[in-house]
């Protein structure tokens, strides 16, 4: 097939987990035997670098992106002036928010991955603010939300979101039937190193990471360290990272006091992130909001690396059975946890080959861009029978 991916915000080499996933999907579908033009939008702090892109993955067509600043919904609403033409293609995967109002100018079979339902998510991300102004624009923007959701969804054969609980509301809110989930994938031969070592040592090392810009994961910091962390300290020997994509200042602006401890050490980011996580010893990842699918949360299970986290941090993802464990609803189900782990590294193996099977069992690379085709096909046959485009050659 003939597959323009037309995204919202893209980085290269990626800079967020999102953005690997969807670089990935891209390799392998071009892995088997797809033809892949890759355009759309790129976020000025997003670099893209094209021509090591290139360098790399010397079979997909790069089509020149469009820079803007500002958030999605800014540029959607700006999208919905702007008449784009499209090259003619098989299918064209339309990816993000702020894409939504770009199909009604394509005239190729199309579909529109949203990953996440954007009203529902901004409408969380407004219950989770704790301050009146961000908590009133976050309102606006899911009501915005909402409306180019209403108009701009049912243009499209079919609107993807990765978890099926959105799939869900997002099917209710809107009241449609073109709204399908596929998860997102996992390479996990090519996610190395992983960690193996699970033996007891000195001290317990636990990682919390996420972009702390986003207010709800500061927030889900702050709870963790003051009812938490505080508490575990003057029980076991910790050494608590924190991997937030910001600095020491802006960490110790937003929490001050709590992350002064001589056991929390404050990185901005890391190379090699896999390399670093394998070295941990516990992630925890305490999410108090979010919608969808963490990438955060599927990676760490991927690594093989114990993880515990709120209901919000392992959404959408079904562990109940192997792993319910790893799901911590409180402040104690978190101190019991990590005490445990502390002390066991038949615990921490256990737990880390549970999550990893999750991800084998779920979310393989291969099996996923297979669902992919599926949709693609049925999308593309669907178009030809109404005789609605012409794709051009092959």
């Known amino acids: 097939m003939n597959i323009l991916f037309y995204v919202s915000n893209l980085s290269y080499p990626p800079i967020e987990g999102a953005h690997a996933r969807t670089l990935e999907l891209i390799d392998v579908l071009a892995s088997r035997g797809h033809t892949i033009t890759l355009s759309g939008f790129v976020k000025k702090s997003s670099p ?149 070592d699970y033996s007891i040592k000195n001290k317990l090392k636990i990682v919390f990471w996420g972009d702390l810009h986003v207010e709800y994961l500061l927030e889900s910091l702050r709870w963790y360290l003051l009812n938490v962390h505080q508490v575990i300290t003057s029980q076991i020997d910790i050494d608590f990272y924190i991997l937030g994509r910001v600095s020491k200042t802006y960490i110790a602006e937003k929490i001050p006091t709590l992350t002064e401890a ?71 189900d978190y101190i019991k946890c990590l005490k445990e782990l502390s002390t066991s590294s038949q615990q921490r193996s256990d737990l880390a080959y549970n999550l990893k099977n999750v991800i084998s069992n779920n979310y393989d690379a291969t099996a996923i861009a297979m669902e992919w085709e599926q949709l693609y096909q049925v999308t593309n046959e669907g178009a030809l029978r109404s005789g609605g485009y012409n794709a051009g050659p092959k």
């Open 48 to 196: 893209f670098d094209s021509v090591l892109y290139k360098k790399n993955h010397s079979k997909i067509n790069i089509i020149s992106f469009r820079k803007y600043s500002g958030n999605y919904i800014s540029q959607a609403l700006k999208n919905t002036l702007t008449r784009i033409e499209f090259p003619a293609a098989d299918i064209v995967h339309f990816e993000g928010f702020a894409v939504i109002s770009c199909g009604s100018s394509c005239k190729s079979p199309k579909i529109l991955s949203l990953i996440d339902p954007w009203a529902i998510r901004q409408a969380r991300k407004a219950d989770a603010e704790s301050t009146t102004i961000k908590k009133a624009i976050l309102r606006i923007g899911s009501i915005v939300s909402n409306i180019l959701e209403k108009i701009y969804l049912k243009k499209y054969s079919h609107v993807h979101v990765v978890s099926p609980t959105d799939a869900i509301a997002l099917r209710k809110s809107h009241n449609l039937s073109n709204v399908v989930h596929i998860p997102v994938s996992f390479d996990q031969q090519n996610m190395l190193p992983k960690k193996t």
């Open 262 to 332: 001589p056991n929390i050490h404050i990185i901005e980011w890391t190379q090699d992130l896999n390399s670093f996580l394998s070295s941990m010893d516990v992630a925890v990842l305490p999410d108090i909001s979010g919608t969808g699918l963490k990438n955060r949360t599927l990676h760490a299970m991927a690594l093989g690396l114990p993880t515990l986290g709120s209901t919000f941090a392992f959404e959408g993802i079904d562990i109940e059975s192997v792993a319910s464990k790893a799901i911590c609803s409180t402040s104690q």
